[in-house]
Each structure stands twice: as C-alpha cells, then as structure tokens.
C-alpha cells in the first residue's frame, strides 16, 4: 500500500510539474508578444510578469477551465511590432484576433504549430513578406483572415489541405502567381476574396465544384480565359469585375468565349495540377495575358449598351453579395466569447466566424465609392454635378467608415441622441474623425429635399465650423453617416459651472474671448450669401454645438443639418433649447427660426463663456452691468479685462434684445467685436 501510495504521489508531482512548465511557456510566450507589440506597456500594462495569465487581470486574454490560454482578443488597440515566433508556446490558443493594429513584419513560421487555433484575424495591418505554407498545418482553421496587408508572393497551394476552412480572405495584398487549384479542395469554404491582388491564368474549375461556398470575389485581379460554368449558381456573390482577359457564357459583364472558328474559346490550362505541382510552362508569364477581345473574336454589342448594362448589373450584384453573406453568417455571429470586461462589447464588431465585415480598403484617400443601393439612398444613381447634386468626393464607402469606428462600437461613443449618435473614428490615413449616424426615419422623406440639404452642408467651408470630411448612405442599414473633423476638446458646456478643486480645465480671459469672437465669425459666414453658397440660419446655436480644436479655436457643430432632418424631429430638439434659454420669444408667435433668432441664441452663449455658468437670464446684463464682479466667473479671481468684459455684456444685452428688429446683425457684431480690446 505504501508503495501504491507513493507512486500515485510521484504520478501526481508529474502531472503537477508539467502544467508548471506549461503555464510557464504560456507566460513566456505572452510576455513575448507584449515585448514585440506593445514595449512600453501603453495597452498591455495589465500583463505582468508576476501576473497570472488567467487571473482576470490581463486584458484581452481568455481561459479555459484548465488555466490554459485559449483566446487573446486585441483588435483594434493600436498596437504595432512584429509577431513574436515564440507565440507558438500558446499551444490551446483557439482564437487570436489582432485585426485593426499596425503589426508590421512577416507572418512568423512558427505559427503553424498552433495546431487547436481555429480563427486568425490578422487582416487591416502591415504585414509583409509571403503566406508561410506552415500555415497548411493548422489543421482545425476555420476562418483565416489576412486581408488589407502587404503580404507578397503567391498563394500556397498546401492551403488546400485546411479541410475545415470556411473563410480565406486575401483580399488588398500584393500577391501574384496563379489561384492554385487545391483551393477547389476545401469542401467546408463558404466564402474565398481574393480581390485587389495581382494574381493571374485562370479560375480553377474545381473552385466552382465547392459544395458550401457563397462567395468568391476576384475583382481587380489580372485573370483570363474562360469563367468555370459553375460559378453562375452563385449569383451575385460571384465577383469579378476588373479581369480584362475573363470571358463566359452567362455571365452578364463577360463577353463570350468565341474562337475565330467555331465558337467556344478554350479555358487557358490551370496552372496547378491534381496534386498540387506548379506547371510551369503552362502559367502565363506576365499579369498582361493576350486579351482574348482581339480581331473576329470580339463581341459586337455596342459600347453604349455595354456601359448601361455593367452600371446596373454592378449594383445588384454588390447588393446581392451583402444579402449573401449576411444571410450565411447570421447563426454564426455569437460563437465567439471574448473574457476581458475591457474589450469592445459592440455586436457588430467583427469577430463572427462565417463573415468579417468588409473594411476599409487600403487607398490614398479615405473618400472612396459609396455603397451603392436604391431607394432611399439618393446617391445610388452616381454622379452628382451641375444640377447641384453632390460630388464623389465627398461620398465615403461603408467600409471605411465602419472601419473607422470599429462597427459603431460602444467604446466609441461620443454622444446620443433620439435621432443621432456620434462615435469617435479613425481613418486608415491616420486622421481622427467623428462619425454622426442619422436613422431613416429622422431624415427628409422627400429625396430632392434631403439632396439639397447634403449639398449645403458640403459647401460649408469656414475655421469656425467643423468641416464635413464626407459622408456615406447606406438603405442597407437604413441610416445616413455624417463624418466630421474630430474636435479634441470637446463641447462648451464641459467648461461651463466649473466647481472649484473639481480639477475642471477654467478658460482664462483671452481664450474666452477669442471663442465668442471665433462663434460670431462661424455665425456671420452661415448668414452671409455668397456665390457658391446660400445663406444658412443654423437654428441649434448653443454651448453643447460649439466644439473646441486642439487649439481652443471655437467650432460650430453640424451647421445646417435641420436640412437633412424631418419637420418633426426638428421640432423635438427645441425642448432643450427653450430650457436653457436659447430659443428667441418671437418664436413662439411665428414657429419660424431666422438670422436674429440666431442672434439671439449668441447673445445667450455670450453671457454663458463670460459668467461662466450654463443657467442665465438676458436680463441680468442690464441689472447688473455696472457690477461687473459679480457678472463675471469668478473662477477668473478678477483677472479679465473691465473695458472687454463691458463691452462683451453690451453686445450680449443687444442680442438678446426682446424685439427682434433691435437685434444687430452677425456682421455688426463681429465689427464689434474687432474693436473690443
């Protein structure tokens, strides 16, 4: 019995020291990659060496009940480096998502050994180099995501051997070589991008035998000869614009496979055999393949029908694809669980395994094709111009602003509303932006109308308003983004009822005046009249619409966006005006907003930034004025300027006249105020 005894107790101390030294490669392996990705510890502060891994306290990591790490979930966290080889000690890791980062370097070759891992996302980085074949030895991937990189070199075609791949998207990169026909092989695939590449030959026929797939988009590819015939059961979700040298039978933007002789063209020889062997002699040797559409073998439909067919076969076959995959990954979208409190908890974040988002796209400019849809969206009919509709460059894709915003995520949220939500974003060129979604419902029903409104807010160009970067429809969604330049310091109001030892930033004196000059600038612009743009009453002037740059410069919020909005939801937000005092009295009689209602709301945001309270009365210039003191924020502990601050109450005391007729104009008053020194 001792000696049972004993040996159960020497098996025990076995086991116990080989998890010891499995949880120490785990943390050797974790503290690798903070190392590479994150040196100084500004995300990944929490992974301590003296840590536990699966003690809840490191952010992003994920555990089993066993205590082996099983996912590290940090997308979008700004993180850069290279990927460390020692990540292959995370020997259980199942998920690792690292998409949205600024990862550079090449994919390490070691990775291959996470043999249990069955989602990579490692898309929208800057990762360079080939797809290491290593790859093909994780034998549970389901979902390999390496879009928007720089990856180079051709496709392996060991990937073939990932039977329980679902999803392999390449799409953005820099690869070249033929699209190896093992891919054909992948039985469980649902949806293959491979856009945006350089690849060239032919589309394997095999692709088109895959039982379960959904999708395949090799837009802007260099591929020829002709379309498998399989492919046509895809419908929309078959994508391949931009291959000059593709023709076939049934599909509406080829033009046929015709010889010289006799009629049908030959399919070009894959250039990948049964078992994978390149035939070399056999791959075509430049991206520029013959065009097949040369001499008697063209087809002789006229140019002009040609151009309005693409137009409206492109829209459909773009929307079909959305409803395709959306409809494909619907019961797939929660199986990931991701463990830490602090991760983005947004449903629409992309962490599903049957679809990822399509994002931005990697491009000099962020302005780029607006998703196009028919209906409500305005836009879908293309180009805007002369007749005063808008221009292109003004129309954001989707993706880079879902992108931006991480899919509208909570950790991005800036404000909301009934009608709106504003979310902080940031663009693929780097820049920061905020991003204002507008429900259907709340916009103009009329398409003529809500046109005009865009137009406006894109003419709208002065240092005293937030510019509109662009803006993006989407009857998809059923929504309308608004994408603005992002303001650093916030709204107005958050420097207004400063308590004292509240730790509150307190605008002196100078900046106070320098921001309700800069209003009155923004304001005296809505209303001037000018040859490229109407004059504009902004209807919404208050301390909440009145944004502060990084340097304090004042910024009027969404000036005329009630051109967008229905009646009756403009009529909603007066609640909030009228309680602070910023709706004018002739409103009440008239229900109509003018250039002096405008006014007036000034003369309120005067008498906020120089008292500095949000609750104020116009009259309590005119009994107070000659008691400058007890006018003035007292935060300022008498430093301000008697003469400026008197001529500011005057001025305020004028636009808040009761009658509207006595009120000054914006242009009187920014002449004022250049005097008041």
């Not at 029908?305 to 409803?323: E, Q, R």
């Not at 199986?335 to 988002?357: M, N």
């Not at 991005?412 to 780097?430: Q, V």
């Not at 910023?582 to 109509?592: I, K, S, V």
Request: proline fraction near 4%.
């Amino acid at each position: 019995m001792a000696a049972s005894a004993q040996l159960l107790l020497l098996l025990l101390l076995a086991v116990l020291a080989a998890a010891s030294s499995r949880n120490d490669e785990e943390a050797r392996a974790l503290m690798a990659l903070k190392e590479s990705l994150d040196p100084a510890g500004r995300v990944l502060g929490s992974w301590g060496r003296s840590g536990e891994p699966c003690g809840g306290s490191f952010v992003g990591v994920t555990c089993d009940s066993g205590g082996r790490v099983t996912a590290i979930s940090l997308q979008g966290r700004g993180l850069s480096g290279t990927l460390p080889p020692a990540i292959a000690g995370l020997r259980r890791l199942t998920g690792l998502y690292l998409h949205y980062n600024g990862i550079k370097g090449a994919i390490p070759r070691e990775i291959g050994s996470l043999s249990e891992l069955t989602d990579l996302y490692l898309d929208v980085n800057h990762l360079t180099g080939p797809l290491p074949v290593e790859i093909a030895a994780m034998e549970n991937l389901q979902v390999l995501q390496l879009g928007y990189n720089q990856l180079t070199g051709s496709i392996p075609p060991q990937l073939g051997k990932l039977n329980k791949l679902a999803v392999l998207a390449l799409q953005s990169n820099q690869l070249t070589g033929a699209i190896p026909a093992t891919l054909g092989d992948l039985t469980q695939l649902a949806r293959l991008d491979l856009s945006f590449n350089s690849l060239f030959g032919s589309i394997p026929s095999k692709i088109a035998e895959v039982p379960l797939l959904e999708v395949f988009d090799v837009r802007n590819n260099s591929l020829s000869g002709s379309v498998p015939a399989g492919l046509r059961r895809l419908n929309g979700g078959f994508q391949y614009v931009n291959n000059k040298g593709l023709c076939g039978v049934g599909f509406s933007l080829l033009d046929l496979c015709l010889s010289s002789e006799d009629g049908l063209k030959p399919s070009k020889p894959e250039p990948f055999g049964p078992d994978g062997t390149v035939k070399t002699r056999q791959v075509p040797q430049s991206a520029n393949t013959d065009n097949h559409c040369e001499g008697s073998g063209c087809s002789k439909s006229s140019n002009a029908s040609v151009g309005v067919l693409v137009v409206g076969v492109v829209a459909v076959v773009i929307g079909a694809a959305f409803c395709g995959i959306f409809a494909f990954s619907y019961y797939r979208r929660q199986k990931q669980k991701i463990g830490s409190s602090l991760e983005v908890s947004d449903s629409r974040l992309s962490t599903d395994h049957y679809q990822q988002k399509e994002v931005c796209r990697r491009s000099a400019s962020p302005l780029i094709s607006v998703e196009y849809s028919n209906g409500w969206d305005p836009l879908s009919g293309g180009g805007v111009g002369s007749s005063g509709e808008v221009g292109d460059s003004f129309r954001f894709n989707l993706e880079e602003v879902e992108c931006a915003t991480q899919y509208f995520s909570e950790v991005n949220l800036l404000g909301k509303s009934g009608f709106a939500a504003t979310y902080k974003g940031i663009l693929r060129d780097g820049s920061v932006v905020a991003v204002k979604s507008l429900n259907k419902t709340s916009c103009k029903q009329e398409e003529s109308d809500f046109l005009r409104g865009l137009k406006m807010l894109t003419v709208l160009r002065h240092e005293n308003l937030v510019g509109l970067r662009g803006f993006c429809c989407s009857r998809g969604r059923g929504e309308c983004f608004l994408v603005y330049d992002y303001m650093v310091n916030g709204c107005l109001s958050q420097y207004l009822d400063v308590k004292e030892g509240s730790g509150a930033n307190v605008l002196d004196w100078p900046t106070r005046v320098s921001i309700i000059r800069g209003i009155a600038k923004g304001v005296e612009y809505m209303h001037s009249k000018k040859a490229n743009k109407p004059s504009v009453v902004h209807q919404n002037i208050s301390a909440e619409k009145i944004l502060l740059d990084h340097h304090l410069t004042p910024r009027l919020s969404v000036p005329g966006l009630h051109k967008l909005l229905a009646d009756d939801v403009v009529f909603s937000t007066l609640k909030a005006s009228a309680a602070m005092g910023y709706l004018a009295p002739e409103y009440a009689t008239t229900g109509r907003f003018t250039e002096k209602s405008d006014v007036f709301a000034f003369g309120i945001v005067v008498l906020q930034v120089i008292t500095g309270r949000r609750a104020v009365s116009q009259l309590k210039v005119s009994t107070v004025a000659n008691d400058l003191d007890s006018l003035i924020d007292e935060n300022l502990n008498g430093v301000f300027s008697r003469t400026e601050a008197a001529k500011l109450a005057a001025i305020a005391a004028l636009c808040t006249s009761e009658t509207a007729s006595q009120r000054p104009t914006m242009e009187a008053v920014v002449q004022q105020l250049s005097n008041c020194h």
